[in-house]
C-alpha cells in the first residue's frame, strides 16, 4: 500500500504518492519568517522585546509586557519567483497571493502592587498566526537521453507479475501501454526504449499552509521578570499536483509508435496539533533586555488522500490511452522537533533598538507513527538526512519622531540537511516603518526572501537546482484600548 522512496540525498517531490516519508516530516517541521509587520520589518529578532502580536508564537513573556488592551490583524500581499536549471535549461514560474497572516486580542491586567504585591500584572491573549506558506509553482524542462523517467517504471515493473503492479505507477504504465509484457507475464518491455532522445518537462503546483491558534497567558514580576506560556493548535492543510510529461524528442525517429506519455499525481493532506510555548524576559538595566524561549515538538494527526493517472499517445495522436488509480486514504502522526530560542535586546535612549534572535533546532529528531504501518526506515532516514541547525535574526528600530519609526533586518535560516547533500537555507532582507496615532497604529514591512535548493523529480533523475525569490508586503494596524 505504502510507496516505496530511496530519496536522492535532497528535495524529492513526490511521483511516488501513496505514502508518507522523510520529506513530509520536514516539511511540516519547517517555519519561516511570518508574522505582524513590526515583527518581520526586523527580521523576526524579537524575542526581548515583546508586546507584539506575533510575540504569543514565539516567545509569549512578550504578551507580558503589554500594558493595554489591544487589537490587530495583518495583510500579506506576496509574489514568489521561481527559477530552475536542468539539463542545461532554464525555466521560469512566477505565482501571486493574499493572505492574512494573523488575527490576535490580548487582555492587559494591571493590577495595584499594594494589592496584589510584585506580581503586578497578568495578561490574556487569544488569536492566530501564519506559521508557513506552502505555495509554490515549480516548471523544470529539458531534454535527455539517460534515466528518463520510464525507464524507471521499467525497472521498477520487471519480476513482477502485472496483476501484481504497483496501482498508483506501473499498473497504470501496464494499463496504457507504456510498458508491456515480453514473452512472460512479469518480463516487460516499454515503448518509450525507442526514444533516440527524450523531451521531459515537470510541473508542481504546491498550495496550502500552516496556521496556528493559540491560547497564551503572561505575568510581570516588578515590571523587571516577564514570563509567559501559550498553549498551540496549529492545523496544516497541503496539496501538491506534479505532473511528468515526457515525449519522443526525435522528430526522424520512425520506429516508435509511442508520441508522448503523461503522468500525474495528487495529494492532499490535512493535520491538526498541540504544543505548548514557555518564555522569560529579562530586564538586565534599562537599556539591556535578555529572552528565552522553549518550545515543545508539536504532536499532530494527519490524514492523506493521494491518487494518480496516467495517459499515452500513440501514431501521432491518433490512439490514446488513460488509466487512474483508487483513491488512496492514510492516517498517521509526527512529532516534530523542540525549538529553542536566545534573544537579547539593547534599548538606546528609548530612540532605537537593536535586537537578536538566535534559534536552535534538531530536524533529525521529528518522528513518524501510525497504528498501520511500521515507520522504523524512515525514522532511521530522517536520522541519517537531517540535523540541528540554526536561525539567526537580527533587527533595528530608530523612532525619528515621536510618531515615525524606521526599521530593517536580516534573517538566516540554516539548511536542515546532515552533510553536504543540499543546501536549502534561507535569507531575508527586511524593511519597514511605522505609524503611531493617539491609541491607534499602522505598520508596515517589505520582505524579500532568497533560497538555493536541489530537487529531484523521482530516483535516480538529475537535480534540477531550484532558485527561489519572495517579494512580500506586510500591512498591519491595530488599535490599543
Known amino acids: 500500500m505504502l510507496r516505496q522512496t530511496s530519496l536522492a540525498l535532497g528535495f524529492l517531490i513526490g511521483c511516488s504518492i501513496q ?5 513530509d ?14 515583527y518581520v520589518a526586523m527580521g523576526g529578532g524579537f524575542g526581548a522585546l515583546g508586546a507584539n502580536a506575533s510575540s504569543s508564537s514565539h516567545n509569549p513573556a512578550g504578551l507580558a509586557v503589554h500594558s493595554n488592551n489591544e487589537f490587530s490583524g495583518s495583510l500579506s500581499f506576496m ?6 536549471s536542468y539539463l542545461n535549461a532554464n525555466s521560469f514560474d512566477k505565482n501571486s497571493r493574499a493572505s492574512l497572516p494573523n488575527l490576535n486580542y490580548v487582555s492587559a491586567n494591571v493590577f495595584d502592587p499594594d494589592q496584589l504585591g510584585d506580581w503586578n500584572r497578568f495578561n490574556f ?7 508557513e506558506d506552502y505555495n509554490q509553482h515549480i516548471y523544470i524542462s529539458g531534454e535527455q537521453n539517460l534515466n528518463s523517467f520510464s525507464n524507471l517504471i521499467l525497472n521498477n515493473a520487471q519480476g513482477t507479475a502485472f496483476d501484481q503492479l504497483n496501482g498508483f505507477r506501473e499498473l497504470l504504465a501496464f494499463n496504457t501501454y507504456l510498458i508491456d509484457t515480453l514473452g512472460a507475464t512479469n518480463t516487460y518491455f516499454s515503448n518509450a526504449g525507442n526514444f533516440a532522445s527524450t523531451n521531459q518537462s515537470f510541473s508542481s503546483i504546491q498550495s496550502g499552509s500552516k496556521n496556528e491558534f493559540y491560547l497564551s497567558f503572561g505575568s510581570a514580576y516588578q515590571d523587571k521578570l516577564f514570563i509567559g506560556a501559550t498553549i498551540g493548535f496549529p492545523s496544516i492543510e497541503y496539496r501538491e499536483r506534479n505532473t511528468i510529461l515526457e515525449s519522443n524528442g526525435s522528430a ?3 520506429v516508435s509508435e509511442l508520441d508522448a506519455y503523461e503522468y500525474k499525481t495528487n495529494l492532499f493532506t490535512t493535520g491538526s496539533g498541540i504544543n505548548l510555548k514557555l518564555g522569560l524576559i529579562y530586564k538586565l538595566d534599562q537599556s539591556i533586555r535578555y529572552g528565552f524561549a522553549l518550545h515543545t515538538p508539536t504532536y499532530y494527526e494527519f490524514n492523506e488522500e493521494y491518487w494518480s493517472s496516467m495517459s499515452t499517445d500513440f501514431l501521432n495522436g491518433s490512439e490514446r490511452y488513460t488509466s487512474e488509480s483508487y483513491l488512496g486514504f492514510f492516517d498517521y502522526r509526527l512529532k516534530t522537533p523542540l525549538k529553542m530560542i536566545n534573544s537579547l535586546s539593547f534599548v538606546i535612549n528609548k530612540m532605537a533598538i537593536v535586537s537578536v ?4 533546532i534538531d530536524y533529525a529528531s521529528a518522528n513518524m ?11 532511521n532516514e530522517i536520522e541519517s538526512y537531517y540535523t540541528s541547525t540554526s536561525n539567526l535574526k537580527l533587527g533595528g528600530e530608530v523612532r525619528i519622531h515621536p510618531q515615525l519609526s524606521l526599521r530593517a533586518g536580516y534573517a538566516y535560516y540554516g539548511s536542515p540537511f546532515a552533510g553536504d547533500y543540499n543546501d536549502a537555507s534561507q535569507e531575508y532582507f527586511t524593511l519597514g516603518a511605522g505609524l503611531k496615532v493617539n491609541q491607534y497604529f499602522f505598520d508596515m514591512a517589505l520582505i524579500n526572501m532568497l533560497s538555493d535548493e536541489d530537487l529531484y523529480m523521482y530516483e535516480d533523475a538529475s537535480a534540477a537546482g531550484i532558485n527561489t525569490s519572495k517579494s512580500q508586503l506586510v500591512l498591519s494596524a491595530g488599535f490599543k484600548f
Open 79 to 84: 509574489d514568489l519567483e521561481t527559477t530552475t
Open 357 to 360: 534572535d538566535y534559534e536552535y
Open 125 to 131: 491573549g487569544i488569536g492566530y498566526n501564519r506559521l
Open 25 to 38: 516530516a520536514l516539511r511540516y517541521s519547517q517555519e519561516s519568517l511570518w508574522g505582524s509587520a513590526r
Open 252 to 254: 526522424a525517429d520512425e
Open 369 to 379: 507513527r501510525s497504528d498501520f504501518y511500521n515507520f522504523r526506515e524512515t525514522n
Open 19 to 23: 505514502a508518507q516519508n522523510h520529506v
